[in-house]
């Protein structure tokens, strides 16, 4: 009896080995800052971050006046399987150029890079706040091989043009509590909060906004998880998200230059409320990475954190997970020249 109710537990709750933590201003990994002992050009690289957003590796629109938008052309039709198995194939690639982080989210993002309208329906969350089975199985087996491979994931939960998927503000907290209560139950360390992509953006439900997200950032907190928020390009963090964050994100969008990534880093550690925590860009679309100054090392030049963004490449479906374009291949090949991978 007492040997099939240790089966029974193994079974039930795997336990994974990869898992971050944040000491003062540094992601650790395992126990040890990222990139230990490293530094690149006089900037120092331990304890930073380097991330791609790859919202998309659970997408499926439920739209079927829309879902054809992103067949493959090869088969003329969506397959949600297939999407997460050639994310989950590109990931060792990914990892082998020094990358260690990636944000997903459970509503993506939009599947034509920017977009006014949203009529497409890609939500892991159901309309009373709970999750749907098959996307929650895509997720499990991307945040399996990221742990297998020491990668950490930045898990965004609501996106703006989806959120209204929710029904209401209870549904909203339901999804956020179903969402850290399933993550514990498989017992990932490796994942981070997002608890919405760009919160000053048009969200539907009030609890969404920048005035009360943090009643979200602090339910989050309470279960053990890192949590933050993140604001459009170019918008720093108001105090109050700054006062609840373990982690601060910034977006890039729409700064072209990079003294400004610069300047904003300094001006998120001005806000009141800051103390030594990570800071981190998880979506930048600016790039120029054979220049001598772009915004990546714009943010490493304020011991920040960098995240790749390309809305055709890594958002738009079908997506080709792996390296297949010059742009992609720029930016792998500088993070691993600026982490030492070999």
């Not at 100054?293 to 790749?308: D, K, Q, R, T, V």
Request: neutral net charge.
């Amino acid at each position: 009896m007492k040997l099939r109710l240790i089966a029974a537990l193994l079974t039930a709750a795997p336990l994974f080995a990869t898992e971050v933590t944040i000491h003062g201003d540094q992601f650790w990994i395992d126990g040890k800052p990222t990139y230990k002992g490293r530094t690149w050009n006089g900037h120092r690289i331990e304890g930073l971050l380097f991330n791609s957003r790859m919202v998309q590796g659970i997408y499926d629109d439920q739209n079927p006046e829309t879902v054809k938008r992103w067949a493959y052309p090869d088969t003329g039709r969506w397959d949600a399987d297939r999407n997460t198995g050639e994310f989950i194939a590109a990931m060792p690639e990914w990892r082998k150029y020094g990358l260690l982080n990636f944000t997903i989210n459970l509503q993506g993002g939009s599947p034509e890079g920017y977009s006014k309208a949203q009529p497409w329906h890609n939500s892991a969350i159901l309309a009373d706040g709970s999750l749907r089975k098959d996307a929650i199985a895509r997720l499990d087996r991307i945040l399996k091989q990221a742990d297998g491979l020491g990668m950490t994931v930045i898990l965004g939960l609501f996106y703006f043009g989806q959120d209204q998927r929710v029904k209401d503000e209870a549904a909203v907290i339901a999804a956020v509590d179903n969402t850290i209560n399933w993550l514990a139950s498989r017992k990932y360390h490796n994942v981070m909060i997002e608890v919405n992509n760009e919160a000053n953006n048009k969200y539907h439900h009030a609890i969404l906004r920048p005035e009360r997200v943090p009643e979200l950032i602090a339910r989050v907190k309470k279960r053990g998880f890192l949590v933050s928020t993140s604001y459009t390009g170019n918008r720093i963090p108001e105090e109050n998200v700054v006062r609840a964050s373990d982690f601060l994100l910034l977006h890039g969008n729409g700064v072209k230059d990079p003294n400004r990534i610069a300047e904003m880093v300094r001006l998120t550690r001005q806000v009141p409320g800051y103390r030594p925590m990570p800071v981190l860009f998880n979506e930048d679309d600016h790039f120029d990475f054979d220049k001598p100054l772009n915004n990546m090392i714009a943010a490493l030049g304020e011991y920040c954190s960098w995240g790749y963004f390309d809305p055709d490449g890594y958002q738009s479906p079908p997506v080709k997970w792996g390296l297949d374009t010059d742009r992609k291949k720029a930016f792998f090949q500088a993070v691993k020249q600026i982490t030492g991978q070999h």
